[in-house]
C-alpha cells in the first residue's frame, strides 16, 4: 500500500511538471521538509514530563526543551528525522545515573516544536538557541540531527563544545535528496528544477550542504557511530565523514540499523565522553 501511494504522489508531481517545473518543484520541496511522523507517544509523553520544561523561540518558532538536572558536564542531545526527544529515554536514564546535566529539545516541525517544515538549516538555527542558553559541553545528534549538530558548530564555533557525537549521520545533503527523488521516481524536469529551488530558497546548491566538508572546521573531539547494515544512511557516509574529520574516531556496529538505540552504543559513548 505504502509503495503504491509512493507511486501515485511521484505521477501526480511528475504530471504537474508539464503545467510548471517551479510549481512541481516546490511541492516536491514541501512534501520532502513535512515529517510523517515525530510526534511524542504516551509513553514518550509519560516519560518527557520527568524533564524541566522550557520554550525558547527562534524567530516566531517555537523550541521545546527538555532538562534533567547533573552536577557533572552539560550534554546536548538532537534526535533525527521523524522522531524527537523521547527516543532518547534509555541514554537519559544512563546519563542521569551519572549525573550529567542533560538537555534535548525537539526538532523543527516535529515533538512539541513549532513551524509547519522542518530542513538541517533551520534545526541548526534551534540548536544555536539552545546552545547558547546552555553552553553544552558534548552534543550528540542521531542521522540528521548529526548533520544539523555539525552545520550548527560549522557556523558558530561555540567554545565550550568539546566532544561531538554523530551517530548515523548522513554525509552529503545532495545524497539524501537522491535517495528522496530516486524513491518518488521524480522525472528529470522536477530533479532539475529543484535544485534551481534550493538554490533560490537557501541561498546555495544541494552539494554545499555537507557534513564531511563542514567537518573540517571543528576541532572538538568526534565520536562516529554507524552500523554497517543501515539501510536509510549508507555506512559510506561514515567513512567520508570520518576521513574529513581529523580528531576522530569510527566505530562501526553491525545489526543495529539506523537507530542505534542499543545498550551497547550507550556503553560506547559513556565510554568516550567519559574518558
Do not use: C
Request: aromatic share 10%; net charge positive; hydrophobic share 35%.
Amino acid at each position: 500500500m505504502a509503495s503504491f501511494l509512493i507511486k501515485i504522489v511521484g505521477s501526480s508531481i511528475n504530471g504537474l511538471s508539464y503545467f510548471s517545473k517551479s510549481y512541481a518543484a516546490n511541492k516536491a520541496l514541501s512534501l520532502f521538509s513535512k515529517p510523517r511522523k515525530g510526534q511524542i507517544n504516551k509513553a514518550q509523553s509519560a516519560f518527557l514530563d520527568t524533564a524541566i520544561k522550557g520554550i525558547l523561540y527562534y524567530d516566531s518558532h517555537k523550541i521545546m526543551t527538555y532538562k534533567w538536572s547533573g552536577t557533572k558536564q552539560t550534554i546536548l542531545l538532537v534526535h533525527g528525522w521523524e522522531s524527537n526527544s523521547g527516543r532518547w529515554k534509555p541514554l537519559i536514564n544512563h546519563l542521569k545515573e551519572k549525573d550529567y546535566n542533560i538537555i534535548a529539545l525537539d526538532a523543527p516541525a516535529h515533538g512539541n516544536s513549532g513551524s509547519e517544515y522542518f530542513n538541517a538549516l533551520l534545526y541548526a538555527e534551534f540548536i544555536n538557541v539552545v546552545a547558547k542558553k546552555y553552553n553544552p559541553n558534548i552534543i550528540i545528534g542521531h542521522s540528521v540531527g548529526a548533520m544539523a549538530t555539525v552545520f550548527f558548530q560549522n557556523k558558530y564555533q561555540l567554545n565550550s563544545i568539546q566532544k561531538l557525537v554523530l551517530l548515523g549521520s548522513p554525509s552529503d545533503f545532495k545524497d539524501v535528496l537522491k535517495r528522496y527523488t530516486d524513491m518518488l521516481n521524480y522525472n528529470q524536469r522536477v530533479t532539475e528544477h529543484l535544485d534551481i529551488v534550493i538554490l533560490e530558497q537557501f541561498g546555495s546548491s544541494p552539494e554545499s550542504f555537507s557534513t564531511a566538508k563542514y567537518i573540517e572546521t571543528i576541532e572538538s573531539e568526534g565520536l562516529i557511530i554507524h552500523d554497517e547494515d543501515d539501510k536509510i544512511i549508507p555506512y559510506n557516509d561514515a567513512l567520508r565523514i570520518k576521513k574529513n574529520y581529523k580528531n576522530s574516531k569510527l566505530i562501526t556496529t553491525k545489526g543495529l540499523g539506523h537507530s542505534l538505540n542499543h545498550k551497547s552504543v550507550t556503553l560506547q559513548i559513556s565510554e568516550f565522553i567519559e574518558s
